[in-house]
């Protein structure tokens, strides 16, 4: 039993190091110009141990599909702490932002972007993962207007979908000048998004502003 689960730990620990070699490399030299040499090279194992976990590069890139969704249950999980759905707005800006502006995710994502309009099976994991963020947070878009009625003429998934670009492009600056979301960049976040829930409601500017 013992040298059963020491076996299947190493096995992971493998599996954990090409993954990490594989958010190294395809960050740094693009999707395309890695290979299961590289990868193998950088993690430290022989090319054969590569393929003993993955099949191809496609395979590694599902992986890391599979922890982007993990990553962002954790989000999931902090948002359903939260009875009032502005605050679970609020925390969700804070907590999405900060996670698109690290370097390794932004450099990542703006790879799978350029290699998934080449290679769109690339992007397949990726665009569930957002289906599913959409959901999310269309849901609280919802119990907030329920709560509030404002009028606005979007739907809940179009507001959501509004909210996640101006999340993601400033992420994404911030990234490529070498920073992070700073104070003032998530309280201006907060009231520009409210803006677009709110059209209406003024007490979500003050309170978001007094944060």
Do not use: W
């Not at 620990?13 to 395309?32: M, P, S």
């Amino acid at each position: 039993m013992m040298d059963r689960l020491t076996r299947e730990q190493s096995a992971q620990a493998r599996r954990e190091l090409l993954v990490g070699a594989a958010l190294h490399c395809f960050a740094e030299k693009g999707f395309h110009q890695t290979s299961m040499r590289d990868l193998a090279e950088r993690a430290g194992i022989s090319l054969g141990n590569v393929y003993n976990h993955f099949a191809s590069k496609t395979d590694l890139i599902r992986e890391i599909a599979r922890l982007e969704a993990d990553g962002l249950n954790a989000i999931y999980a902090e948002l359903n702490k939260l009875d009032d759905p502005a605050d679970a707005l609020d925390r969700f800006i804070v907590l999405y932002t900060q996670m698109c502006s690290e370097r390794g995710h932004a450099l990542l994502s703006a790879e799978i972007i350029s290699e998934g309009l080449r290679t769109p099976e690339i992007c397949e994991d990726f665009l569930r993962n957002r289906e599913v963020l959409i959901g999310r947070l269309s849901k609280i878009i919802g119990a907030m207007e329920r709560a509030s009625p404002s009028g606005h003429v979007l739907a809940e998934t179009e507001c959501a979908e509004f909210v996640l670009d101006l999340l993601e492009g400033l992420a994404m600056r911030l990234a490529f000048e070498g920073g992070r979301p700073s104070p003032n960049n998530l309280a201006a976040l907060k009231s520009a998004v409210h803006k677009i829930i709110e059209p209406e409601s003024r007490s979500s500017f003050s309170r978001t502003a007094r944060r």
